[in-house]
């Protein structure tokens, strides 16, 4: 193989396929166990989503299974997921089926609606005049 023959070329190596869109959105991991019994559901964080994939947070990996549902607050649809990563309890999955741009769609809409991340952080008030009360009459004055 000579050299610049292989197909990743250096420009095209960090991009992505998909455009990503951050959420803050609660989700639930829904694994069917060999035995066929009871599915396992868990819940985790999605962090953000495209059209090809997400990653999300989960408090613990341990007995999670490489290929699961995922479910989303809010969305009817069940999305099959293959993990591509794992760090920590931040996991990374490819669908096994791309999501159309219509659902993709509604659960970024949703996300806005509902002020997810997107919205500004409340900053604490600041109070200027810590003691002084409001009702104008100074106490020095009898």
């Not at 920590?88 to 490819?94: K, L, M």
């Not at 993709?104 to 810590?130: D, N, Q």
Request: with cysteine.
């Amino acid at each position: 193989m000579a050299i610049g023959a292989d197909k990743r070329s250096s420009s095209g190596l960090y991009e992505r396929k998909w455009e990503r869109f951050t959420v803050n959105r609660q989700g639930m991991l829904m694994s069917v166990g060999l035995d066929l019994a009871a599915p396992k559901m868990r819940s985790c964080k999605l962090v953000d989503i495209s059209v090809g994939g997400a990653s999300f947070t989960v408090t613990t990996t341990i007995g999670l299974p490489f290929h699961y549902y995922l479910s989303i607050v809010g969305v009817t649809s069940r999305i099959g997921c293959a993990e591509v990563y794992r760090n920590d309890n931040r996991i990374g999955v490819q669908f096994i089926k791309e999501i159309d741009e219509e659902l993709l769609h509604t659960i970024v809409r949703s996300e806005y609606f509902t002020g997810g991340i997107a919205a500004k952080p409340k900053k604490e008030e600041r109070r200027y005049m810590v003691g002084v009360e409001k009702s104008g009459r100074s106490s020095a004055t009898t």
